[in-house]
C-alpha cells in the first residue's frame, strides 16, 4: 500500500514509519520538523520506498497523489513543546486535522488519528475507558493540546458523518522507547538523560503521581493493528495498563542502570494529570491488542538508545 504519516520525523512516527517499510508499504512522511528530527528517518530508505515532504500541515495538504492510508500524528506531543507556543499547537491539532481529513476523504483514503489519553484530562473515573468523557481544565496550560485534540476527534466523527470518510480514532496513552528526542521534556526521557548523565532525576511534586508506560513496539503494532481493522471499533484506548507511580519509574531506573538516582524535587506543573491507566478492552476485543514489553525491558533499550546520543547540549528541558 501508499501510506502518509504526517509526524513521521517524530518519535512515534519514525517508529512507525520504519515498521511500515519493514511491512511492504511505500511511505511518504509529511513533516515541519517542529519536533521531528531527520535522524530519525536515516537509513529508513534502504528499506523501501520513502518519500518526504516538508510539510507544515496548519496550511492545506500539498498534491501528494493517491493514499490507502493515513495515519495522522503531525502534533508535538511533550507538554514542553506543545506549550512552547500553545496558540501553533492548537492550529496543528485543529486545521492539521481538518485538512488531514479533507485530504482523505476527498482521495478515499482511510485515515487514522493519533488522539491521546489527555481528552480525559486528570480523570474522575479508573482506569479510563472509551466510554468516559473526561475533565479538562478549557483555560489551563495543557488546553492547548488536550482540547485541540478532542476537536480533532469531534471533526473526525463529523467527516464520517457528513462526508462518509473511513476513520480510526487511536487514544495513545504515555509511551516511550528509541527515537524519543532527548531533550523533548517527557518523564522517561528526562529520568534516563539525567542518570546516564549522573545528574539527579527531576521529580515533579511528590512523585505519587501515577502514568501507565507503553514501549514504543507495542504501540506501533497496536497503531497498524487498529487501522487494519475492517470495521471501526470507535474511539480505541492503546496503552500498556501497568500503572507505576513517578517514584516506582525512579526505582525502575535506578535498577536498569545499575545505579542508586538520586532525586530533586521540582514543583508540579498545574493541572499535572493524577492517575492514568488505560482500559485496554475495546483494543484486545477488535483486534487482539496486547503490550508485551515490561516496562524494564523497554526501558533497558531505551537507555541504550540514548547512551549512545547523551552529550554536550542534550540536557534534558526542565520545568
Ligand atoms: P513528537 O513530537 O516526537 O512527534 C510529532 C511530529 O509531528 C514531529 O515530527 C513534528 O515535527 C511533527 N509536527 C508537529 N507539528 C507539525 C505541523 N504543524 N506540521 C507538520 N508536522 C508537525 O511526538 P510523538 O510522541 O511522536 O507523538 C506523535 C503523535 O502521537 C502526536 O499526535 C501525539 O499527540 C500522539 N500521542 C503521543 C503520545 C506519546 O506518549 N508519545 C501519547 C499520546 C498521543
Ligand atoms: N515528570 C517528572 N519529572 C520530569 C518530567 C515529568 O516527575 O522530569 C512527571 C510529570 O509531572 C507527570 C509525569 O511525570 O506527572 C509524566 O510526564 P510527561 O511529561 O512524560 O507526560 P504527561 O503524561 O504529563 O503528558
Request: net charge neutral; aromatic share 8%.
Amino acid at each position: 500500500m501508499r501510506v502518509i504519516v504526517t509526524g513521521g520525523a517524530g518519535f512515534v512516527g519514525a517508529n512507525l514509519t520504519e515498521a511500515l517499510l519493514r511491512a511492504g508499504h511505500a511511505v511518504v512522511v509529511v513533516d515541519n520538523f517542529f519536533t521531528g528530527r531527520r535522524e530519525n528517518l536515516v537509513g529508513l530508505d534502504a528499506l523501501g520506498e520513502l518519500t518526504v515532504v516538508d510539510h507544515d500541515v496548519i496550511a492545506p495538504f500539498p498534491d501528494l497523489g493517491a493514499a490507502h492510508r493515513l495515519y495522522h500524528l503531525a502534533c508535538p506531543a511533550s507538554p514542553p513543546a506543545y506549550q512552547k507556543d500553545p496558540i501553533f499547537t492548537t492550529k496543528t491539532a485543529v486545521l492539521g486535522t481538518l485538512h488531514a481529513l479533507e485530504y482523505a476523504s476527498s482521495h478515499g483514503t482511510r485515515l487514522l488519528l493519533a488522539s491521546t489519553s489527555e481528552i480525559y484530562g486528570d480523570p474522575e473515573v479508573h482506569p479510563q475507558r472509551e466510554d468516559y468523557r473526561g475533565a479538562v481544565n478549557t483555560t489551563g496550560p495543557r488546553a492547548c493540546y488536550d482540547e485541540g485534540k478532542r476537536v480533532g476527534e469531534s471533526l473526525a466523527a463529523d467527516f464520517v458523518r457528513a462526508r462518509g470518510a473511513d476513520v480510526r480514532i487511536a487514544r495513545i496513552f504515555n509511551t516511550y522507547g528509541p527515537r524519543m528526542d532527548p531533550k523533548d521534556g517527557r518523564v522517561v526521557s528526562n529520568f534516563l538523560v539525567q542518570a546516564l548523565r549522573g545528574e539527579a532525576l527531576t521529580v515533579y511534586g511528590d512523585g505519587s503521581q501515577t502514568r501507565s508506560f507503553c514501549y514504543v513496539d507495542d504501540l506501533v503494532r497496536g497503531l497498524m493493528g487498529l487501522m487494519e481493522t475492517a470495521k471501526d471499533p470507535g474511539p480505541t484506548n492503546l496503552g500498556n495498563p501497568t500503572e507505576f507511580t513517578i517514584r516506582e519509574l525512579v526505582d525502575a531506573v535506578g535498577r536498569v542502570l545499575g545505579t542508586a538516582p538520586r532525586i530533586e524535587t521540582r514543583p508540579l506543573p498545574t493541572d499535572d494529570p493524577t492517575r492514568r491507566r488505560p482500559d485496554i478492552g475495546r483494543a484486545k476485543a477488535a483486534f487482539g491488542f496486547e503490550p508485551a514489553t515490561p516496562l524494564e525491558e523497554g526501558l533497558r533499550h531505551t537507555a541504550a538508545y540514548f547512551r549512545a546520543l547523551v552529550g554536550e547540549g542534550n540536557a534534558p528541558v526542565g520545568r
